[in-house]
């Protein structure tokens, strides 16, 4: 489904798109009281099809590990909401968009987009759907940042957060990784200074130097040498430049699938929201101040031990703000060998943790089983 | 100064490289005994300058911290030797060096080199000095590999071994990243298949993402954060794709005077050798039976604590191997929060600790004080 905004959005930079459309999927049905509905943020190659196939890709939902019939993020249960971010390319307004002032896609002339503007779309989304406040707002890695960002930025309108894998600020290693994926499309003569969609070309071999460079931090060094370690592709080495390891093989697909399925400016445009992410930047670092006004969420924080992408240390950072500011925080950091990508995969201390903490917010909530 | 080989490089690959020239510097004098010569290994992007600025870029001496007058690679001590690798772009033959059969750049028609490939051509030079035994080989990331290498193919050729903040195999993440960098170059359509050099053209650009990837690769997380955390360039947010924050900047000066001073071809080349070390590969994978022939070797080897690129854990893997086979070995790991980068820069625990191992092997080698 798409939703058309009726009112501009006002965005960070000053700036602020007429027209928005919001691309999103809704699994589960909305209670009389308008009181199940949860919101789940993605993260940055992600969309909307959270518990579905893919109907283009038919790459398989993404989530359904967690949501789904009798899964933590119940479909039965509760009415769950997830849309593609505004910058995205999977049917919500971004660069690849057509801007309605000159016929043509946006391209670089698209304003910049944040954290706290995708938040800010979500919010005009969920209000039209005639939601006042949201059971939950789940979310990794970049999703988690959007489940921050409501509890800053609507605290009275979420009634429990989760935040998985995320962290309150993009640090400087992040920054770098990103950097290095936005300089491989620029390099890229298919970029055209943004504008490769108007001219019929797409900079396929930046983009997928990208996903490779990005791919590498969302797995730890104990996976890579589980998965791949010094494994060829076939008996003895090729002696040229051709995929002799496995890992190179594996990269090599990421990279050349990712570019069927992903917009090169959206990849800009969302990894620039991610770098500019700084939740308490307005509140001179003090991320207690940030979370005062949502002391009455209950937070749930999950983080991976082998995570070097978004460790361990940012969750216990949002924790120990969360404490500070009086909120309810629960925190579970979960033994895992797999990495970043360990929110994405099939993790039973996950389910079971996330399932016993949306059963106890759903009880206090009142939302009483049968009573949906 | 430039020795030509007056006998072909035989090649792990079974090629061979016909008048093969290593470019090469000394430092101090050789004794009458020739017992007191160092061989220095130098690192992926490095060349034989080790202790003499660059007379071309005029970069200062890359280990100026160690090898001077005074200094644990003493210079009015030892006849120091550092030579460019074979397949590096400092003046030894390599791929950006003209075919004698064609006339031409051998580009990809280079063939594929192998550390040990460097080694045997290091070999050739330290013989045709008229030295039968080093005193010792001594280097750090791919230098540290040359070393193990050399302990490998020839211990009745050296005395003491030093092998910093390197590994006896590279790791499916090491292999990764590089896959990245070369990926990137290859992606630059001036790159031309590797003929850029005989088209007058340069793959700058890819080979300037390819020195970004690396560079994040060679700094810690804690290193990053207090240099640059989410510091910006100028007051406020830029709203665009410029560099904003100054580790983007950073990174961006980083690839940028790479490509002014490194071959992307020689990039190739020297990553893939890298990538295929793998020194126990033929002993399956027993490190021990590498180094039972080299246990009268002396050997230190030492790691950073904060390198995640070669860490600590490689440098355990070596020693552990090197006592099974009866070696003796010094193992020091250096608390630093520096990252791979620590090897290259003024660590006076390195200084004092690689100062002491020096004056000891030499005392029991019998290179007494005043008798060079």
């Given amino acids: ?10 965005l960070d930079s000053g700036g602020r798109i007429e027209g928005l459309q919001l691309a999103f999927t809704t699994y589960g049905r909305l209670n009389d009281e308008r009181s199940n509905a949860i919101l789940i943020c993605h993260a940055l190659s992600l969309d909307q099809h959270v518990a579905s196939d893919h109907p283009v890709t038919g790459r398989r939902a993404w989530w359904r590990t967690l949501v789904g019939p009798g899964l933590p993020l119940d479909t039965e249960r509760y009415f769950i909401i997830c849309s593609n971010v505004v910058g995205g390319c999977m049917g919500s307004t971004g660069p690849s968009s057509i801007d309605p002032a000159t016929g043509r ?4 002339t698209f304003p910049m987009i944040t954290i706290a503007d995708m938040v800010r779309a979500q919010a005009m989304l969920v209000e039209a759907l005639g939601i006042e406040r949201l059971f939950a707002v789940v979310g990794g890695s970049m999703g988690g ?13 979420l009634f429990a957060a989760v935040c998985i894998a995320a962290a309150a600020r993009h640090s400087a290693q992040n920054i770098a990784f990103h950097e ?19 001219q019929g070309v797409r900079p396929e071999k930046g983009l997928a130097v990208a996903r490779m460079a990005a791919h590498i931090t969302y797995l730890s060094e104990p996976a890579l040498h589980r998965k791949f370690g010094r494994e060829l592709q076939r008996d003895g080495l090729s002696w040229s430049f051709d995929a002799d390891f496995q890992i190179e093989s594996y990269l090599r697909h990421q990279g050349a699938s990712f570019v069927d399925r ?31 006004p949502a002391r009455d969420v209950r937070f749930c924080a999950f983080s991976f031990t082998s995570d070097w992408l978004y460790p361990t240390v940012e969750s216990r950072a949002i924790v120990r703000a969360l404490n500070a500011a009086g909120a309810r925080a629960s925190f579970v950091e979960i033994e895992s060998d797999k990495g970043h990508d360990a929110f994405l995969l099939d993790e039973p201390v996950l389910r079971e943790a ?13 939302l009483e089983r049968g009573a949906i």
Avoid at 145 to 157: G, I
Avoid at 354 to 366: N, W
């Fill in 1 to 10: 489904m798409t939703f058309p905004a009726d009112q501009p959005l006002r």
């Fill in 105 to 108: 896609p946006w391209g670089l």
């Fill in 145 to 157: 940042m959007q489940v921050l960002q409501w509890a800053a930025d609507y605290p009275e309108r």
């Fill in 180 to 198: 290095v994926g936005r300089q491989a499309i620029m390099a890229d003569p298919d970029w055209r200074g943004g504008d490769y969609a108007a």
């Fill in 262 to 292: 992903f917009d090169a400016n959206s990849y800009l445009y969302i990894t620039r929201a991610m770098d500019y992410f700084d939740l308490a930047a307005n509140r001179d670092g003090v991320l207690a101040d940030v979370f005062r």
């Fill in 354 to 366: 996330l399932g016993g903490f949306m059963a106890s917010a759903a009880q206090i909530c009142g």
